[in-house]
Nanobody, 114 residues
C-alpha cells in the first residue's frame, strides 16, 4: 500500500495549483485523507483534511484559498490551491488512513515566486 503525490511545481504569487494523491495496493478501507506541508527547519503542518464522514478541516492560513476534495472510486485526494502566496512555498505531503494504518506520500514541492 502506498500513496503517490503529484502536481507540485513553480508558480507565481496569485496563481493556482492542483495537487493530487492516489493510493494504490490492496486497500480494504480508506478513512481520513489530508494534506500537510513542511518547510526546512520547521514541523510538518496540517493544511487540509477530508474526513471519512464528508467533513473538511482547513488550517487558518489557507482558509478561503484552498479546497480539498476526494474521489473514493479512485482512492484519491486533491488539493486545489488559489491565490498562492510566497509563504505557501513548502513540500506538500498527503496522508491517509488506509486499512486502519496511517500512510504518508513522498511529498511534492510547491514553490511560489513573488
Amino acid at each position: 500500500v502506498q500513496l503517490q503525490a503529484s502536481g507540485g511545481g513553480l508558480v507565481q504569487a496569485g496563481g493556482s495549483l492542483r495537487l493530487s494523491c492516489a493510493a494504490s495496493g490492496r486497500i480494504f478501507s480508506i478513512n481520513d485523507m489530508g494534506w500537510y506541508r513542511q518547510v526546512p527547519g520547521r514541523e510538518r503542518d496540517l493544511v487540509a483534511v477530508s474526513t471519512v464522514g464528508g467533513g473538511t478541516i482547513y488550517a487558518d492560513s489557507v482558509k478561503g484559498r484552498v479546497t480539498i476534495s476526494r474521489d473514493n472510486a479512485k482512492n484519491a485526494v486533491y488539493l486545489d490551491m488559489h491565490t498562492l502566496k510566497p509563504e505557501d512555498t513548502a513540500v506538500y505531503y498527503c496522508r491517509a488512513r488506509l486499512n486502519r494504518a496511517w500512510y504518508w506520500g513522498q511529498g511534492t514541492l510547491v514553490t511560489v515566486s513573488s
